[in-house]
């Protein structure tokens, strides 16, 4: 795997705030990675330092192996950016808007119009090509956006909360696209929206106060949670309270609780000691014993459990 | 110079697009013909030049121009898009040029659009043109200082309206610096090559041999490096902002 990012103990201290704190991570080739922590953790302020905007207090970023710091330009030219609320000009059309980053990045003529049809059509954003974009909704200004973070097929994105504000279906359309780009680029996604990853991510990496406090694939995070293999299954409420000391009796079993009980039957969630396999071990015992299982599930964990124990007092 | 083309073209173009830029252009044409005609006696003095059309427009400018200089950098910051145009792949210089350019070529449009007084005074007699072309190009040169004191003004700062009184403010210093009540402030203490080499930054003393259509390699070279000095401080300006 090609490794195309490349952050080594980023810092960066405004003043008495340390914004970021020794962040160091690479993305390769291929790779969503999902940047993710709460607000005020200083995901803006680090794809600031990856892309030029903010000089790093030390440490050291690089594109494609070009140093940021000290090869701006290069750097810069393979990097397409969404800043955070993705700003645009808004006496602009979206169409001499993208003319205007185009011809910045040394696109012109020919070429350019066929970069600008491609990112138009990759985003929707034919039909107000013309409008001026400070008459466009949200969405559509998120999108504009993002057609210029592409224009230039950028081996890089660097994408900071891509759909934050956005509805339902935006926020799917904008995953969608991150999706389907993700082939041939590394790609960084910041969030604070957990259901981003497992629609998008291959990689997370948490932040919290400045510090990266987990970087590891959605499963292995998802396995860190108390839930995870958890078993939920229902009974028949009259033996219920029989079942969950059948299941107590098991030693890979930490604790029993009772959920919720619905028409006369109780929902019930067993938590494994270390994240050990129960469903069989469950199923077997209680049909031992006679009691009917209606229903039985594994639970694959919570990110947001694990993501509120790493975080924890984190956020600003 | 592709990127400064770039810039310059959406610079001006983002003029043209509010209607602040027709107000100014109007707003300048009216107060340049009401000063010339009311204070300069431009009929009464009986003579076929502009000088008195001329004089006045220092003191147009020193509130007219830092008003065009003052959204260059304030706007971009107040509205988040220095994000964008600092993470594409240009030097700052040539996103400062660019932005001069712009706004100079702005206030020249304005400036060139006072043609109806030369059609009038050639009309009215037989003027020296060429000493009215010198007094355009000093005219306009001095908005180009003007600009580039206020485009370091809007650098320092995302509120348009402090961008305006301070770059208003030391194109003021710039103005006045030959005149006795700011000579008189460092001539108690200064050096005497000190108090002249202030009063040599006065840009009234070089405009109103302009005005004249007098162009002199001195007053050339003091402007020329007043706009690069700024130019280069605004760039610093610009970078700091980023090291913070
Ligand atoms: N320009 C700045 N000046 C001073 N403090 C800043 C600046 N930018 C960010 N910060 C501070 O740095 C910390 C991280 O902010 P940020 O990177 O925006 O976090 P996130 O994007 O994760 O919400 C916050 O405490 C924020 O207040
Ligand atoms: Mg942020």
Redesign the interface.
Known sequence: MQEMVRLERLTKR?GAVQAVDGVSFSVARGEVLGFLGPNGAGKSTTM?ML?????PTSGTARVMGFDVVRE???A??R?G?L???A??????SPL?FLR??G????I?GKELARRIGVAFERTGLEEVANRPIETLSKGFRRRVGLA?AILHDPPVLVLDEPTDGLDPNQKHEVRKLVREMSRDKAIIVSTHILEEVDAVCDRVVIIARGRIVADARPEELERRSPTHNAVRLTVDRERATEAMDAIRTLNTVREVRRLEEVNGVATLLALPVDGADLGAQVSQLLYGRGIRIERLAVERGRLDDVFRELTQGGSA | M??VR??V??EL??YF??PLAYVFIVIFLALAGAFAFFLGGFFERGQADLESFFVFHPWLYLFLVPAVAMRLWAEERR???I??L??????TFQIVLGKFLAAWIFTGIALALTFPFWLTVNYLGEPDNGVILAAYLGSWAIAGAFIAIGACASALTKNQVIAFVLGAAICFLFLMSGVDLVLAAFRGWAPDWFVDLVASFSLITHFNELAKGVINAATAVYLATLVGVCLLVNTLIVDLE???
Do not use: C, N, W
């Not at chain 2, 600092?86 to 030097?91: H, N, Q, V």
């Open positions: 405004f600031r892309t030029g905007f903010v000089l701006p330009r290069r810069k030219e990097i950016y800043p955070e609320g700003p645009s000009y808004g006496d602009m001499g205007f980053v011809e910045m990045r040394g012109h210029q | 592709d990127i770039t810039v073209r959406r173009a983002a697009t509010t509205t988040g898009t994000e964008l600092m993470t594409l792949p240009a030097s980023k090291a913070r």
